[in-house]
């Protein structure tokens, strides 16, 4: 048994061997800078790998939110000066202003995964109106609930207890109209 162990182990470590021989050890390096071109936000991640741009290598925007990341449009590659331009939208909200981009390579066949990240003020503040709280409305809670959907359950209620203790009299009225036959026979 022992013998079969140490050959799965041995046979394991040589396809992981194998399959990591396939990957690039190439490092890249993105350098994330943020204009304001007229009324447009523009975004420039610049790929550099061993002090040279890199050409026509895909890179993804995105902005952190709350539980994962926000892709902004499709992969753009890199141009001859190692350059990907983004343009930026403006309509995406954040708590004050301020948003988390991320610039990555995923998936590339000549150089390992690499990400980076920068913080602009770019986004849309969400202001919230709680002026309406103690409003009735479909989400409140007992006595903020609207009147016609208190009155409804009250409605439903009183029709399933009024079945209920109708069925128990009815229970009774037979066992009355039974005593009341032997008493005839």
């Known amino acids: 048994m022992k013998k079969y162990n140490y050959f799965l182990v041995t046979c394991l470590m040589i396809l992981f061997s194998m399959a990591t021989s396939f990957a690039q050890d190439k490092e890249a390096k993105i350098t994330l800078t943020f204009e304001k071109v007229d009324s447009l936000n523009v975004c420039k991640a610049f790929v550099t790998s061993e002090g040279q741009p890199v050409i026509e290598v895909p890179v993804i925007l995105s902005v952190k939110r709350l539980f994962t990341k926000l892709p902004i ?33 995923v998936d590339d066949e000549n150089y390992a995964n690499t990400e980076t990240s920068g913080e602009v003020n770019w986004g849309t503040v969400v202001v919230t109106d709680n002026s309406n709280v103690d409003e009735r409305s479909f989400s409140a809670g007992r006595d903020r609930a609207p009147i016609y959907f208190i009155v409804l359950s009250l409605v439903i209620l009183g029709l399933i207890w009024g079945t209920l203790l109708y069925a128990v009299l009815q229970v009774f009225k037979i066992k009355r109209l039974g005593k009341l036959e032997e008493i005839k026979e």
Do not use: M, Q, R, Y
């Not at 590659?77 to 610039?103: H, M, Q, R, W």
């Open 73 to 105: 449009g499709d992969a753009i590659a890199t141009d001859s000066t190692g350059v990907a331009t983004f343009e930026f939208p403006n309509d995406i909200p954040s708590k004050n202003g301020k948003l988390t981009i991320f610039a990555s390579i």
